[in-house]
């Protein structure tokens, strides 16, 4: 989704859907750098996924989750029926466990459709 180092508490990463019209968003998958006892503080704990007809918005909330203090890869299923993302998607990390939140990966899965904008 994007470079670990660009998730920080309170500040969007927003990017540009460029494969596809829109994704049917079903899971959402994470992996933090620190955890199972090393510096579990550098953990995310509470992010968003949402999606805007532009890079501006409108927002509108797609899935929200609880990051474990793990390394160990972790999926969040989104309920069926969620919003759709279409046009441009922004990722927030409201909260840590107490410091920074440091992310090796995270990547989106669902069921692209129609061709790129």
Known sequence: VAQAS???VGTPVVFALTQA???CLESVTLCNQYGDGQCDRDCPKHME???APAATGPWTSVVTFT???TRRQQTFTVTPGAPTLGGFVQVVVHDTYGRGACVTSMSLQGTAWGPAA
């Open 49 to 51: 996924v949402y999606t």
């Open 67 to 69: 990051s474990a203090q």
């Open 6 to 8: 660009s998730l920080k």
């Open 21 to 23: 019209r829109g994704l």
